[in-house]
């Protein structure tokens, strides 16, 4: 028996007396009420008793369950009932972020709301106006685990205070991780080699390597099949960062779409609508002509079929991309090498992004449902479970294992998506991976989490692209860790909530700008025409909501002052 296999049974007996003397605490109460016990870990921790139904409503993912098992009965929800005493039903379901959104703008409209339901930031603003959210203010403190509150208090207070009105908290916010925001490019370094081509570090520098990837076969296929780089049809991410957006290429220019920003005076003005976007929509429309990015993203179907198929060498994402999409791409070509830069550059040499929201999603309680505490309760388990906390290790584990014999991660099956994390998680993890690699540090001292991902790296050292867990894992936080560590500028995102004339015009005007950046891209307007719609944005309600943004950052900003 090894040192960490003796640990994790001193654990695990330490833990099974702690949870057998909190529940006779609990079997000593007089009551049938569902109970938890009395003191704060315990109160976190202990299941009820008898079990308690939280209803919720379930955006669900192309998953597949075991044989025998449903929605509602499943080895996850088996698994979550177990461990806190919560019977998870779904009230409804719905596939998809749109068809989410959509079916609990019903709810919400109609006041037909399930116990504990996943919110976006203006669904909760509405909620909370119309009161039909419960007020979670004393239920936090008393049930958040130890590793909650920990994660929550590593933001210095910020995300607990996003979900939180007049010094009140009415939702349970995610935490996003700082490395998210950065969109970099990663390049196929085979094919990079196979050429004889330098890194990118320019805009020019992707040009000449698309251009050489387009003409020079890189696969050695003898096919005319390598393609552009792959684009996602918005063209642009707004508060979060995804795959095949543009954001670098804008950035390049200084340039933030779907962003308020401070302009060179200190005004709040809006990203979309200033001279520099017009610089990085004529550089794009010059790309799309060419070929550089692929002229075929408005009509495709699947645009990540040109990783999953090997088509584009070139691909824009963020750290995270080994775990999607670049896994499709080592799937089919296990002598695939993916690289990343800190690339495109500005004019002076420098990388730049701008931040993203420290929260965007809410866990939120429908007012009036007698157990709050039973979704935070949830949460705290899954937050184990995503951190690889679990005190039995080896049932996590085996959780995992049932995922992945259905072809997915076990955060598919999540009865609801929030997902904590330390806003410095990968570069800290990076750190560790380094040390732990180097035998200076010992893995004793890595949390759980860390030392899965070792044990991850290390399956890859040995064995190459035979895991591709481990690889994906391994390549993110090596190399996505690496250059997220790397000196960039970061842009300060001043506002993302709603205004009241935002509620009137704000779809109208996103309309009009995402037709007309998609027109002049293209090449179905001229680049001329971004003149005529900045005016024409400003003309129908832009002006009055810009006003109303500035408005609202000074306040913010005075609300922060000691």
């Known amino acids: 028996m090894t040192k960490d296999d003796r640990m994790r049974r001193l654990i695990n007996r330490i833990l099974l007396l702690t949870s057998g003397f909190g529940l006779l605490l609990a079997t000593a109460c007089q009551n049938n009420e569902p109970t938890s016990t009395a003191n704060d870990q315990?109160?976190?921790?202990?299941?009820?008793?008898?079990?308690?139904?939280?209803?919720?409503?379930?955006?669900?993912?192309?998953?597949?369950?075991?044989?025998?098992?449903?929605?509602?009965?499943?080895?996850?929800?088996?698994?979550?009932?177990?461990?806190?005493?919560?019977?998870?039903?779904?009230?409804?379901?719905?596939?998809?972020?749109?068809?989410?959104?959509?079916?609990?703008?019903?709810?919400?409209?109609?006041?037909?709301?399930?116990?504990?339901?996943?919110?976006?930031?203006?669904?909760?603003?509405?909620?909370?106006?119309?009161?039909?959210?419960?007020?979670?203010?004393?239920?936090?403190?008393?049930?958040?685990?130890?590793?909650?509150?920990?994660?929550?208090d590593s933001t210095g207070g910020q995300a607990l205070r996003e979900a939180s009105v007049d010094g009140k908290l009415y939702a349970l916010p995610n935490v996003a991780i700082e490395a998210d925001a950065p969109s970099y490019?990663?390049?196929?370094?085979?094919?990079?080699?196979?050429?004889?081509?330098?890194?990118?570090?320019?805009?020019?520098?992707?040009?000449?390597?698309?251009?050489?990837?387009?003409?020079?076969?890189?696969?050695g296929n003898g096919k005319n099949d390598t393609t552009g780089i792959p684009v996602e049809r918005t063209l642009v991410y707004g508060e979060k960062t995804g795959v095949h957006g543009l954001n670098g290429v804008f950035a390049a220019y200084h340039s933030f779409p779907k962003s308020w920003i401070y302009d060179g005076l200190g005004n709040v003005v809006y990203g979309s609508i200033q001279p520099e976007a017009k610089a990085a929509l004529a550089k794009l429309s010059e790309w799309y002509k060419e070929g550089i990015i692929d002229s075929q993203?408005?009509?495709?179907?699947?645009?990540?079929?040109?990783v999953t198929n090997n088509n584009a060498g070139v691909v824009f994402a963020p750290w995270w991309g080994?775990?999607?999409?670049?896994?499709?791409?080592?799937?089919?070509?296990?002598?695939?090498?993916?690289?990343?830069?800190?690339?495109?550059?500005?004019?002076?040499?420098?990388?730049?992004?701008?931040?993203?929201?420290?929260?965007?999603?809410?866990?939120?309680?429908?007012?009036?449902?007698?157990?709050?505490?039973?979704?935070?309760?949830?949460?705290?388990?899954?937050?184990?479970?995503?951190?690889?906390?679990?005190?039995?290790?080896?049932?996590?584990?085996?959780?995992?294992?049932?995922?992945?014999?259905?072809?997915?991660?076990?955060r598919n099956y999540y009865p609801f998506d929030l997902l904590l994390d330390y806003p410095d998680a990968v570069v800290k993890r990076h750190d560790q991976l380094i040390l732990a690699l180097n035998r200076e540090i010992e893995l004793d001292s890595l949390d759980t989490e860390t030392r899965t991902l070792y044990d991850n790296l290390l399956m890859e050292i040995e064995h190459p692209r035979k895991n591709l867990e481990a690889w994906s894992s391994s390549q993110a936080y090596l190399l996505g860790g690496a250059v997220s560590k790397k000196p960039m500028i970061k842009v300060e995102s001043l506002f993302y909530d709603t205004t009241p004339s935002m509620e009137k015009k704000w779809a109208a005007l996103q309309k009009l700008e995402n037709e007309t950046y998609l027109k002049i891209l293209t090449g179905e307007l001229p680049v001329d025409a971004f003149d005529s719609f900045a005016q024409t944005w400003s003309n129908q309600g832009g002006n009055q909501i810009t006003q109303e943004v500035g408005e609202e950052v000074r306040k913010a900003q005075a609300s922060e002052q000691p």
């Open 42 to 152: 315990m109160e976190a921790e202990l299941p009820f008793h008898p079990p308690v139904t939280l209803r919720i409503a379930y955006s669900y993912s192309d998953i597949e369950l075991p044989e025998g098992d449903n929605s509602d009965n499943n080895f996850l929800t088996r698994y979550i009932e177990e461990q806190t005493g919560v019977a998870i039903k779904y009230d409804w379901e719905a596939g998809g972020e749109d068809n989410y959104k959509s079916m609990l703008n019903l709810a919400i409209r109609s006041n037909d709301l399930p116990d504990a339901f996943i919110v976006n930031r203006e669904q909760f603003r509405v909620l909370k106006n119309q009161q039909l959210i419960e007020d979670l203010t004393d239920i936090y403190p008393r049930y958040a685990s130890p590793l909650v509150k920990e994660i929550y």
């Open 322 to 410: 080994p775990y999607w999409p670049l896994i499709s791409s080592v799937s089919n070509d296990t002598k695939a090498e993916w690289r990343v830069y800190l690339a495109p550059t500005d004019a002076e040499g420098m990388f730049v992004t701008k931040t993203a929201p420290l929260t965007d999603r809410y866990l939120v309680v429908r007012k009036g449902y007698a157990y709050p505490e039973a979704a935070l309760k949830v949460l705290n388990l899954l937050t184990k479970l995503e951190r690889n906390q679990v005190p039995n290790w080896k049932a996590g584990e085996q959780l995992r294992t049932i995922a992945e014999q259905q072809g997915a991660h076990l």
């Open 185 to 219: 490019v990663w390049i196929r370094q085979d094919w990079l080699e196979k050429l004889k081509l330098q890194p990118p570090n320019t805009l020019q520098d992707m040009e000449r390597i698309v251009r050489a990837f387009i003409k020079g076969d890189p696969d």
């Open 297 to 306: 993203f408005v009509l495709r179907k699947e645009i990540n079929d040109l």
